[in-house]
Structures are given as structure tokens and as C-alpha cells.
């Protein structure tokens, strides 16, 4: 065997386990169907099938040669087929047919092992499954199953039928009467073929009973059918040239095979049906992909019905389109012309008032009558038709010169006679802060009946403009309206800066608490026509004078009841409460705009406290001089603890002790007292020095010893041993209630 032969053998061998893989492992290419080793492996051109079918045909004619009785009955199922193209066969050489005959053997062999190994195991499922496949993968085996017959035999009976739809007239004679000389020499030279034999077409009566089936197939079990070779084939098999119209002919494949160049209208049909639909094919890819096709196609159809729409709008209106507060959506401005003059006929216009009042005015009696202009179009034209998808979204609203004329002098005098313009006019109030005793709130406004005439004539005009038939006077704030409502911000706001203020508090400790609080610091607090706030800081300064008139004790008349049960009034004098007004001022602003809620006193000029509040602010401690009864007493906690009688000034206005409310300044030993200068000589008057010196007055008044006195009490101080106004006192008495009188005791002095 040459190495051409080896590689046939080895190339043929690779196939059928690439078709037994393909079954095991159920890829893509194997359905499930059982199917022929041609067929699995067609390609769109057919050249493995032509390769394998050369190659069996050339193995089986061997084998008929070298006497194999198998082959013999194979044979004689084409044999009158085969007789017409034998002479071609023999042709070949001696060493191609050892070769093709060891080629056979070899198979047969490997064939044989294959049924010994399946004989030895128990049958079951999946030994059946197993002979199934070995009958897949050696189609050449005697052990066919039906199934795989039924295939073969389909596949011949399509092949016939393909030959004869698809062969010329004169292939088809040629092919009948070759067949016809090749049963005849059979007969003749008595080859002992049954019918089945000689009907190598397939056309006899047995073969259409059961189709590809023979006599001899049925009359033998133990054979599963006509073996795949050249004989095998028919019509759709194909040939070497020289064979007949159903093998291959010169110029190539017959009929349903290829001719000269290429493939004839029918190809082949395989013995998978799914071959045989192109439904195991893979579909040629077309030049463009269906998705982009479909995009194109929806992107036409939507440019296209975008752009109709917009040569609409290019005439008629947007959706959501007012015009003159009329819904004009989709018409043409021949439309809203036509409904213009339509409302032109018959037009009133009621007008609403307030108490339920009405009145009328008519299109008739104002002599109206509609101006046609251009107005419309240019509302229609400024309209962008693209821009169309907007109008879902947004509403167009128009203001469009309705031309209308009438007699403006029957309009006013029907202005005049509204009733709201013959009432009386009460101008309006505005909104304003109003303290509530607890926070300012909003004090609705009051509009009053006062008509804005101009208002209403322009509202009136708009009206007729736009064949509206009501007019709401109150709606369309035709009376004359107040700067400020109670929706006004500023007038809010007001409120809330005016309640910050109200926030503090302020009590002062007096005898009495005295507060300042919201329902005082509201009567400083202001809001002006423009609803600015003020702080009435001047209010405030009004309010501590008047505070300090009432709680100031400095100088104010006040009674006293001496120990010997006399009850004065005195008045004048130093001592006593005194506030500070002028330092008071600016703490109290400052604590109410700070919004301090605080208790405390209020600020006092220095030195000017008393004792205690009340009517005797001295309180329970203090010195008393009675100038009447020239007498002093100092009382310690409501009870005398010292008393003498006293020398007081000369009863002149020069000399006198001043009566009054004091308190002690000063007290010091040893002390110097000195007079005013004399002007006549320019020295003091006196220079006298003394033991004890307790201050009531800068002016010089006080208490100290006179040792110069020879008497106190009773009138002497009258009768020319007065004082210059201090009051005189015994020595010892002086040095006691100097000891005993502390710096800023009250010292009362009355008569």
C-alpha cells in the first residue's frame, strides 16, 4: 500500500470518530438524530462527501472483486447501475486494488471487533445505546438498525426524485436505456440476481411496496440493509466521469448535484432531516444589522410626523394658549377673529359692588363695535412652530391689542352713575401693630367705600376689550385701597421688631415694687404710617422725672411726732432719697432693648439715701431738735438715748438755724470753727475753737460745746446769746453725743 492509500485510509478513519465524538458529547453540529457520516459532515461545497464517496466506492468494488459475499449482495441491489461503469472500475491497476482490498479488510476487522465487544455485554439501555452508536460510527457494519435504514432510504428516494425533476430529457434516456441493456446482459448471461438486484433504479414493484428495500434485504434478517457505497447511491449520488445522467458525469455532478462550474438549482439531500431543511445552517449575517435598520426606520417616521405638526402649529396655536384671558388652543386667527365679532352682538357687562349692589352697561349703549388690526397674526407669528412639545408643559399666556371702539363719553356718563360712585366715599385704614395687652398684633385694614375711579375705567375698558360679562369691583380692587393689609409684610414685621421691646422687665425695689414691663414699655413703642418702628427714648427720660418726683424724699415736707408728743411738719433740709436720673436713664433703655427681665434699685446721686422708705425715711435712729422749745433729743431705735437743752442761732435771717431734714457730714475733735469774712475789715468774724464738732450743713451749721454759754434752753437765743446758727450745747452733753452719733445720722431740726 503507498503512502497516498495510508493517508486516505487514516483521513477516512479521523472522520467517523469525529462523528462519534460529535454524538457523545451532543455538541452543535449533532441533534440527537442518528444520522449518516456524509450527511453530518456536508459543508456548502460537498467535498468531504465527494472524497468519502470515491473513496467507498473504489473499497466496495474491491471487495466484489477479491469474492467477499457480503459485498456481493450489497452489490447486487445497484448491480445494473454498476455493470454500465464496470468496465472503468477494472481499469485500474493491479497495485491499487491490493491496496483498496487490504484498505477493506482493515475495516471489516475493526468492524467485527466492535460486534464481538457488544455481543459479550448484558443488552439494556444503555447497551442499546451503545450498538447504537458503533452502528453510527461504522456504517459499513452489517448490524443496521431500521432506523438507520429508513434514512438511507429516504435519502435515496429524495435523490431519485431530485434526478428526475431536475435531469435533462436526454440524460434521463440515456440513463433509462443503459439501464435497460444492463438488465438485459444480466438476464442473458444468468447471473442468478433477484429483481430487487436488477432494479438497480429503484423503480420495481417490490422497492415501491418498501422503499429501499430488496428481495433479498427481507428474506435475510441477519442483514440490516443496502451498505453505503457507490452501488448505494443513486440520482443524487455522485459518479466518475463516465457514469451515467444519476453518477458523475464529464462536466461534473448531475441534476441535483454539480455541474461544470458549481452547484445545480437542488443540492444533495442529506439523510438528516434537519440538514436536508438548512435548519441546522447557520443563517448568513446581512450587511446591515436589523437594530439599525429599525432605528432608521423609527427615526424617519418620527422626523416625519414631528415636522406635520409643526406646519401645523405654523398656523394655528399652541395648546394651553390665552389670549386676552380667552382659550384661543388650536384655532387659527381667523378663529379668534370670528369669536371677537361674535361677542361684539348682544355684549353686557355687569358690574358687581359691594352690598350686594349690581349694575349693567350694554355694548349698545356705548355704541360698541369691534376694530379688526393685526394684532392676532403677529401674537401667531412670534409663536415658534418647533417648539411645539413646550406647550404640554408650560401655558402661553398673550396680551393682544383688541381694537374695540365706543363712545367714551356714554361710558362715562354711565361711570357716573354707578351706584359705588354715588355712595359716600370713606377713604380706607390701613393695617397697623395693635397692642392686645399682651404682644402687638396685626389690626386688620378697613377699606371703606372710597372708588379708584381711575382704576375702575381702566378696568371697564379691559372688560369690554376682552367680553368678559362681570366685573367684581371688590375682586379687581376698584375701591381705593389702604397702603398696608393685614397680608403686608412690613406691618408683620413691624409686629415682631414692637414685641422684641415688650420682652424685658424691669422692677425697682421701693416701698412699693415698681415695674416696668410689656404694658408700660408698649406706650413707648411706635410704629409710623410706614410702618418704621421708634423707641420712644424721650417717653422713657418723661417717665423717670416722674418716678423720681415720686420716690424722691430730699427736701419734701414730712411729719414728725417729738418725744413730748408734739407733731410737726418739716420740710426743706438735705437728707432723703434722690435718684439719679440722669444715670438712671441710659441703664433703663438699654435694659428694655436688651429685652433683661431684672430686679433692682434704681441709680442714686451720691449720699442722697435715706434710712428706710416711707413717709419718715430717717428711719428709727436719729437727732431731733426742737427749735420752739429749744431742745434737742437723739434717738436710738425709737428711744432717747441723749437729750439737753440747746442755744440755737439768732431768730434772723442772717443768724437763724435752718429747720429741716439733714444728716451728720462730718465729726472732729478740737476743731476751729471760723466765721465769714467780715467785708468791713476783710477777717472772719469769729474764730472759735472747740472741743466737738459734728457737721449738718457745708454752710457751718452744727453741733459743738459753748463753753461760753452760761445758760441753754428757753429764749435766750432770742434775747442776744444766739448762735450764728449752730446749735450750742452744754460740754459734757457735746463730748456724750459725740461718742454716741455716728457720720450720716438724720438730724431733724423744727420749730
Known amino acids: 500500500m503507498n503512502e497516498k492509500d495510508l493517508a486516505d485510509e487514516s483521513f477516512l478513519r479521523e472522520k467517523y470518530q469525529m462523528s462519534k465524538n460529535a454524538k457523545d458529547h451532543n455538541d452543535d453540529f449533532y441533534s440527537g438524530e442518528q444520522i449518516n457520516f456524509e450527511d453530518y459532515y456536508l459543508d456548502e461545497e460537498d467535498d468531504y462527501l465527494d472524497e468519502d464517496e470515491d473513496i467507498n466506492e473504489s473499497v466496495r468494488e474491491n471487495k466484489i472483486r477479491s469474492g467477499d459475499p457480503d459485498q456481493k449482495s450489497e452489490a447486487s441491489i445497484a448491480v445494473s447501475g454498476e455493470k454500465v461503469h464496470k468496465s472503468a472500475a477494472e481499469k485500474k491497476s493491479p497495485a491499487d486494488s491490493a491496496t483498496e482490498s487490504i484498505a477493506v479488510k482493515k475495516r471489516m476487522s475493526a ?11 448484558p443488552v439494556g439501555a444503555d447497551q442499546k445505546r451503545m450498538a447504537a452508536e458503533v452502528q453510527y460510527q461504522a456504517p459499513e457494519s452489517k448490524e443496521w438498525d431500521s432506523e438507520v435504514r429508513e434514512q438511507v432510504d429516504m435519502k435515496k428516494e429524495s435523490a431519485k426524485n431530485s434526478d428526475k425533476k431536475r435531469d435533462d430529457p436526454g440524460k434521463k434516456d440515456t440513463g433509462n436505456k443503459k439501464n435497460s441493456q444492463e438488465k438485459n446482459k444480466a438476464q442473458s448471461n444468468g447471473t442468478g440476481k433477484t429483481g430487487a438486484e436488477k432494479n438497480s433504479t429503484g423503480k420495481n414493484e417490490t422497492q ?42 464529464s462536466a461534473g455532478k448531475s441534476g441535483a448535484q ?82 371677537i365679532e361674535q361677542q361684539v352682538q348682544g355684549y353686557s357687562l355687569t358690574i358687581l359692588e359691594k352690598d350686594n349692589k349690581t349694575d349693567s352697561i350694554s355694548g349698545e349703549e356705548i355704541s360698541l363695535r369691534y376694530n379688526e388690526n393685526k394684532d392676532i397674526e403677529n401674537v401667531l407669528q412670534k409663536q415658534n412652530a418647533f417648539l411645539w412639545p413646550q406647550a404640554f408643559f408650560v ?16 361710558l362715562e356718563d354711565k361711570i357716573s352713575t354707578l351706584q359705588a360712585v354715588k355712595a359716600e366715599q370713606i377713604p380706607p385704614t390701613s393695617a397697623y401693630p395693635k397692642f392686645d395687652g399682651t404682644e402687638y398684633v396685626v389690626e386688620p385694614e378697613v377699606t371703606g367705600t372710597e372708588v379708584n375711579k381711575e382704576l375702575l375705567r381702566e378696568k371697564i375698558h379691559q372688560y369690554i376689550s376682552e367680553f368678559q360679562p362681570e366685573l367684581d369691583m371688590v375682586g379687581e380692587n376698584c375701591y381705593a385701597l389702604p397702603k398696608y393689609t393685614s397680608e403686608s409684610g412690613d406691618v408683620r414685621a413691624a409686629c415682631n421688631e414692637m ?24 406706650e413707648w413703642v ?46 426743706g433740709g438735705t437728707y432723703g432719697w434722690s435718684v439719679d436720673e440722669e444715670a438712671e436713664f441710659p441703664a433703663l433703655v438699654n435694659s428694655i432693648k436688651n429685652g433683661e427681665v ?13 434710712a428706710s422708705r416711707g413717709p419718715q425715711d430717717w428711719g428709727s435712729t436719729y437727732a431731733e431738735v426742737d427749735l420752739s422749745g429749744q431742745h434737742m433729743w437723739f434717738i436710738v431705735d425709737g428711744a432717747v438715748a441723749l437729750e439737753t437743752d440747746v442755744v440755737t442761732g439768732v431768730p434772723t435771717p442772717a443768724r437763724e438755724t435752718p429747720s429741716g431734714v439733714y444728716s ?45 454759754q452760761s445758760a441753754f434752753g428757753g429764749s435766750l437765743y432770742a434775747s442776744g446769746a444766739g448762735s450764728h446758727g449752730c446749735i450750742n450745747m452744754p460740754l459734757d452733753q457735746a463730748g456724750a453725743l459725740y461718742n454716741m452719733l455716728p457720720v450720716g445720722t438724720p438730724v431733724i431740726i423744727h420749730y
Open 111 to 121: 468492524s467485527d471487533s466492535q460486534k464481538k465487544s457488544m455481543e459479550k455485554k
Open 208 to 249: 415501491k411496496k418498501s422503499p429501499g428495500k430488496t428481495e433479498a434485504q427481507k428474506n435475510n434478517p441477519g442483514k440490516s440493509g443496502p451498505q453505503k457505497g457507490a452501488a448505494g447511491k443513486n440520482g443524487s449520488s455522485k459518479g466518475n466521469t463516465g457514469r451515467t445522467g444519476v453518477q458523475r458525469n
Open 258 to 339: 454539480r455541474n461544470g462550474t458549481g452547484k445545480s438549482g437542488a443540492k444533495r439531500s442529506s439523510g438528516n432531516p434537519a440538514k436536508a431543511s438548512g435548519a441546522g445552517r447557520k443563517p448568513k449575517k446581512s450587511g446591515v444589522p436589523i437594530p439599525l435598520i429599525a432605528a432608521g426606520v423609527f427615526v424617519g417616521v418620527f422626523a416625519a410626523a414631528y415636522i406635520g405638526i409643526s406646519v401645523y402649529f405654523m398656523s394655528h396655536f399652541y395648546m394651553n394658549t390665552e389670549i386676552n384671558g380667552h382659550d384661543f388652543s388650536l384655532k387659527t386667527a381667523a378663529d379668534v377673529k370670528e369669536y
Open 395 to 410: 401655558k402661553n399666556s398673550s396680551k393682544a391689542t383688541v381694537d374695540v371702539s365706543y363712545d367714551r363719553e356714554a
Open 499 to 522: 414685641n422684641q421691646y415688650l420682652k424685658a422687665s424691669i422692677t425697682y425695689s421701693m416701698d412699693q415694687p415698681v415695674v416696668v414691663d410689656k404694658t408700660l414699655i408698649s
Open 526 to 571: 411706635t410704629a409710623d404710617a410706614e410702618m418704621k418702628v421708634t423707641f420712644n427714648e424721650g417717653a422713657v427720660r418723661e417717665w423717670l422725672r416722674e418716678f423720681g418726683k415720686q420716690y424722691d424724699t430730699v427736701g419734701k415736707t414730712r411729719t414728725i411726732t417729738s418725744p413730748w408728743g408734739k407733731t410737726v411738719e418739716v420740710s
Open 598 to 610: 431684672v430686679t433692682r434699685e434704681p441709680i442714686y446721686v451720691d449720699g442722697q439715701r435715706a
Open 664 to 708: 451728720i457730714l462730718e465729726k472732729e475733735l478740737n476743731s476751729t470753727l471760723v466765721g465769714e469774712i467780715d467785708p468791713r475789715t476783710g477777717e472772719p468774724e469769729y474764730r472759735t475753737p472747740v472741743a466737738y464738732w459734728m457737721r449738718v450743713t457745708w454752710s457751718g451749721i452744727g453741733f459743738h460745746d459753748a463753753t461760753w
